[in-house]
């Protein structure tokens, strides 16, 4: 299938910035779309943006001009620039993505989630 491995979380002043980075790697696959989820202690997991492999783009209203998802088909990574970093911004981002593999010469489709990544954002 594929797998989904994430890098850049960290500790962050308010107003601060971090890029988080999200590579898909398997064989025999194309993905349709990526995208960045998160979950604080106590709360449920939570859209932040997603991004379609032709780059139609969906933000939740609390990131929206602050955050920004981008997508390199060619690497199969999808990045999230955060920008403006506020102390509620801070959970852990899990990483999504969903497209077909290939098995026995027949499409099937795939969901796969990263391990996840901590954002800690401090006031």
């Known amino acids: 299938q594929v797998q989904l491995v994430e890098s850049g979380g960290g500790l962050v002043q308010a107003g601060g910035s971090l890029r988080l980075s999200c590579a898909a790697s398997g064989s025999g696959f194309r993905i349709n779309a990526m995208g960045w989820y998160r979950q604080a202690p106590g709360n449920q997991r939570e859209l932040v943006a997603a991004?379609?492999?032709?780059?139609?783009?969906n933000y939740s209203d609390s990131v929206k001009g602050r955050f920004t998802i981008s997508l390199d088909n060619a690497k199969n990574t999808v990045y999230l620039q955060m920008n403006s970093l506020k102390p509620e911004d801070t959970a852990n981002y899990l990483c999504?993505?969903?497209?077909?593999?290939?098995?026995?010469?027949?499409?099937?489709?795939?969901?796969?989630w990263g391990q996840g990544t901590q954002v800690t954002v401090s006031s």
């Open positions: 991004i379609t492999s032709r780059g139609s783009t």
């Open positions: 999504n993505s969903n497209g077909q593999y290939l098995i026995y010469h027949i499409w099937k489709d795939f969901a796969s």
